[in-house]
């Protein structure tokens, strides 16, 4: 089974200089764990996910501050014709539960997500409804 058969193609994305407190209101009004943050042309330049979050809770960084200063920076990504062993691979390796896929030329193309697999796979339905 390929990447391309199990990931989400309708990626909530933002910029960059979105704050905190917007992606935090993203994240719950769209029920999602993770926010991939791109550039101009559709590329990944980050990931905020709800560990991001919470993490600057913590730390008590002002909700106002721009994602640039809180979002993952180094993401890990996988290409759409990679393989489901591949993947699991990756988001075990660096305990991650969202792995953004892109395509040939680097562009996101969809998002790998732990409850997708679960859906999926195993058949253990996650979403709320």
Do not use: W
């Not at 990626?11 to 999602?32: N, S």
């Not at 590329?43 to 993952?72: Q, W, Y």
């Not at 969202?98 to 562009?107: A, Y």
């Amino acid at each position: 089974m390929k990447v391309r058969d199990l990931k989400i193609e309708n990626v909530i994305t933002t910029k960059e200089e979105t704050t905190i407190e917007d992606a935090i209101r993203i994240l719950y009004k769209k029920h999602i764990g993770a926010l991939v943050i791109t550039d101009e042309k559709g590329k990944c330049k980050g990931i905020f996910t709800e560990r991001d979050a919470l993490r600057s809770m913590v730390r008590k960084i002002p909700s106002d501050k721009h994602l640039r200063n809180v979002m993952s920076k180094n993401v890990i990504t996988i290409s759409e014709d990679a393989s489901f062993a591949q993947a699991k691979r990756l988001m075990i390796l660096h305990r991650i539960r969202h792995l953004p896929v892109v395509d040939k030329k680097g562009f996101l193309v969809g998002m790998l997500t732990l409850r997708r697999i679960l859906d999926e796979l195993v058949g253990m339905p996650t979403n709320k409804g």
